[in-house]
């Protein structure tokens, strides 16, 4: 797998800011739209930090831009604090010039029984817009990559899934306790993500060494969902020097 280590999480986030700011401007200059897959969490901030910049500052514009987000908690209002559509909104969409009707984001509002209908469509839009061009990813402390936990299967399409008690533990600060924290979330798959023709996961920090060693160099497992990615010719992993401590 291609790994790309910088010195720190900022140069790292300039540089994949700037790809995703190509991918756009290229697509613009055909007369095509550019369909990004997008994670939230604290790795992609300074990513999404860049882009609004380069919005206001350089001129990119989102006009051509769709997205689809890896996953939503279930339930979640969007209205939330903690939902990741705030997330999104704050953090990229109410900066920049992005039609609304072009962002998707998968519906924590929905009842139990729309749920399995839902997740068809949001992979039938994905197919009809030609496919993710990048999706980018996050790596959580389980190896989860979406909200796909351990035990998700390398064809796993868009779906209710339970979240690891890691990971709920994880979000217990944004949440004010792991007790407030949702049992489930609606997530891409890991079939889903595999589809995109490129794929940029992005790992920061020392706690997140282990895992990125486990991602990288450990066996495939189903344990691990983030190995799954070894099997793929579009991935990059991009990390700070932190996050590669443990590489080989
Ligand atoms: C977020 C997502 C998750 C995160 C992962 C890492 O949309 O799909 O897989 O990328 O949990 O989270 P942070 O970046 O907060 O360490």
Redesign the pocket.
């Known amino acids: 797998v291609p790994v790309s280590v910088y010195s720190d999480s900022n140069t790292a986030s300039l540089a994949v800011a700037k790809r995703i700011a190509d991918l756009i401007r290229g697509k613009q200059e055909k007369g095509e739209q550019a369909v990004l897959g997008?994670?939230?969490?604290?790795?992609?901030?300074k990513i999404y930090a860049e882009l609004v910049r380069l919005h206001r500052d350089e001129g990119l514009s989102f006009k051509n831009v769709v997205t689809f987000?890896?996953?939503e908690y279930y339930p979640m209002q969007p209205d939330s604090e903690q939902s990741?559509v705030t997330f999104m909104n704050r953090n990229l969409f109410d900066h920049v010039d992005i039609e609304r009707a072009n962002v998707h984001i998968p519906d924590g509002t929905l009842a139990m029984e729309q749920i399995h209908d839902y997740c068809l469509a949001y992979e039938q839009k994905i197919t009809a817009l030609g496919g993710l061009d990048l999706q980018i990813?996050?790596?959580?402390?389980?190896g989860?990559?979406?909200?796909?936990e351990p035990g998700s299967a390398p064809n796993s399409g868009t779906r209710l899934v339970t979240l690891d008690d890691l990971?709920r533990r994880?979000?217990s600060r944004d949440f004010g306790g792991k007790e407030n924290v949702p049992t489930k979330a609606i997530?891409m798959g890991i079939g889903t993500i595999f589809k995109a023709r490129e794929i940029i996961l992005?790992?920061?920090?020392q706690?997140?060494a282990e895992i990125v060693k486990k991602a990288v160099e450990g066996e495939l497992s189903s344990e691990v969902p983030a190995t799954y990615l070894q099997l793929s010719d579009s991935v990059e992993f991009v990390m700070d020097s932190d996050a590669a401590s443990l590489l080989t």
Do not use: E, Q, S
């Open positions: 997008l994670a939230t969490g604290a790795t992609p901030v987000n890896l996953d990741y990813l996050g790596i959580g402390r389980t989860h990559i979406g909200f796909n990971t994880d979000a997530t992005m790992a920061w920090t706690k997140k």
